[in-house]
């Protein structure tokens, strides 16, 4: 590729990085976030540093933002029989906003089409 070619791009991202972003919309006033972590068996070590990890990030929220309530539901899943049926609990009874992690990949990748339909955020 050419040098400018090359500038002008590395160009374009910096200069859209430096964009300030508004909130259009202000925060709900509650949210609730699902979270699909092994909490016993083989991998419970990192099931737990990651619901450590969500209730600190949950801690911090709270402090900035006191007028929006954050409830983190957690199910203990990995395989993709259990995960599913918890996601459908998730979705159609604690009706979650967002699904917030997997540890597990395996039973990360069937709950795909189930998020599309209900259109939920999911992050991993």
Do not use: W
């Not at 919309?25 to 699902?34: A, N, S």
């Not at 929006?68 to 899943?77: F, G, H, P, S, W």
């Not at 259990?82 to 597990?104: M, P, R, W």
């Amino acid at each position: 590729m050419n040098k400018n070619i090359i500038f002008a791009i590395i160009a374009c991202i910096a200069l859209s990085s430096c964009t300030p972003f508004t909130r259009t919309q202000p925060l709900q006033d509650e949210v609730t976030i699902g979270v699909l972590v092994p909490l016993t068996g083989s991998y419970a070590t990192h099931g737990t540093r990651i619901k450590n990890g969500f209730e600190l990030a949950h801690d911090d929220f709270r402090a900035n933002n006191p007028n929006t309530t954050v409830t983190i539901l957690y199910e203990d899943v990995c395989q993709p029989k259990d995960a599913l049926t918890s996601l459908n609990k998730l979705l159609d009874v604690d009706k979650i906003d967002i699904l917030g992690a997997s540890f597990c990949l395996i039973g990360f990748v069937p709950a795909i089409p189930i998020l599309e339909q209900h259109k939920t955020i999911a992050f991993k």
